[in-house]
C-alpha cells in the first residue's frame, strides 16, 4: 500500500508541471563561426618597375611617379595583389648632374598600392644615381660633367606593404 501512495504522488506531481506547447518555436541553433578574412601581412615585398623612364633632368621633388607591381602576390594559394597593380611614389630627394664628374640623383618614395580599387600604404625607398666621370673631371673639371640618373621600364625595385590587406 506504502508503494502504491508514492506511486500516485508520483502521478499526480507530473500532472502538476506545465506541458511544454507543440507548436513552440525549436531552440535557435547557435549562429555560424564568422568568416575570419585572411590578411596578406605588413612589409610583405613586392617587386615593382616604372611605368615610363624617370629621369633627373625631368623631374621635380614632391613630383608623383607611377610604378606597375611585376609579379602576381600571393599568399596561401590566392592572388592578393595582382600583377600590372598600380604603385605610386613620390619624388623626395634630387640633384641634377654637376660639372666636375658628379652624376645626378634622385629618391622615390613608394606610397600606395591599389589593389581591386582600393588604395593601401606601401614603405620603401629607392635612390637611383647617373653614372660618374671622375676620371675624365680630373683632367678637364670645366668641361666634364656626370650623367642623369635614369630608371627604365624593366628594371626592378623592392618596395613593401605598410599595413596587412584583406583578401
Known amino acids: 500500500m506504502k508503494y502504491a501512495a508514492l506511486a500516485l504522488a ?57 610604378f606597375s607591381v611585376v609579379n602576381d602576390i600571393t599568399d596561401n594559394g590566392a592572388v592578393v595583389i595582382p600583377r600590372g597593380s598600380h604603385v605610386e611614389g613620390t619624388i623626395s630627394f634630387k640633384t641634377g648632374k654637376a660639372i666636375g664628374g658628379k652624376s645626378g640623383k634622385f629618391e622615390v618614395n613608394f606610397d600606395k598600392v591599389n ?41 626592378f625595385v623592392d618596395a613593401f606593404t605598410a599595413e596587412p590587406i584583406p583578401y
Open 115 to 155: 589593389v581591386r580599387g582600393k588604395d593601401y600604404a606601401m614603405r620603401g625607398t629607392h635612390r637611383q644615381e647617373g653614372k660618374g666621370n671622375t676620371v675624365a673631371a680630373v683632367f678637364a673639371t670645366w668641361l666634364v660633367s656626370g650623367r642623369s640618373a635614369v630608371m627604365l621600364p624593366g628594371q
Open 10 to 66: 508520483a502521478a499526480i506531481s507530473a500532472l502538476a508541471v506545465p506541458a511544454v506547447a507543440q507548436d513552440a518555436a525549436p531552440a535557435a541553433a547557435p549562429a555560424p563561426a564568422a568568416t575570419v578574412a585572411h590578411m596578406l601581412p605588413a612589409s610583405t615585398l613586392v617587386s615593382i618597375t616604372p611605368d615610363k623612364e624617370i629621369s633627373s633632368k625631368k623631374i621635380e621633388v614632391g613630383q608623383k611617379v607611377s
